[in-house]
Nanobody
Framework: QAQLAESGGGLVQAGHSLTLSCAASGGSFESYAMGWFRQAPGKEREFVAGISFDSSRKLYSDSVKDRFTIFRDNAKTTVYLLIDSLKPEDTARYYC??????????????????WGQGTQLTVSA
């Protein structure tokens, strides 16, 4: 069983960039597809980005695809989310998750088995 731990959130001014990290331990990180989700207060958790086990496939939600970049380092068992040009509407708790079906990148939370506790990102105007 894998454990996931997100980091890198905080209070950031709009227009800046930030990289979130998700470190995995246990399990078989190199075989998992990984996803990033976010949940803002009063809203449902939403998919923002996903990456296949070998980085050959990446998928982004339409709302973030021009500003978010997902990448991973299997040697470090870590997946990252680079967010450029931060906006106040990016304020949310960001979660990483692991999908055992490593090649396909899926967007539904129910397809992901392991989840981290999340890291809070707050973007000030």
């Amino acid at each position: 069983q894998a454990q996931l731990a997100e980091s890198g959130g905080g209070l950031v001014q709009a227009g800046h960039s930030l990289t979130l990290s998700c470190a995995a331990s246990g399990g078989s990180f190199e075989s998992y597809a990984m996803g990033w989700f976010r949940q803002a207060p009063g809203k449902e958790r939403e998919f923002v980005a996903g990456i296949s086990f070998d980085s050959s496939r990446k998928l982004y939600s339409d709302s973030v695809k021009d500003r978010f970049t997902i990448f991973r380092d299997n040697a470090k068992t870590t997946v990252y989310l680079l967010i450029d040009s931060l906006k106040p509407e990016d304020t949310a708790r960001y979660y990483c998750a692991a999908d055992l079906g490593g090649f396909q990148v899926r967007t539904q939370a129910r397809d992901y088995v392991y989840w981290g506790q999340g890291t809070q990102l707050t973007v000030s105007a």
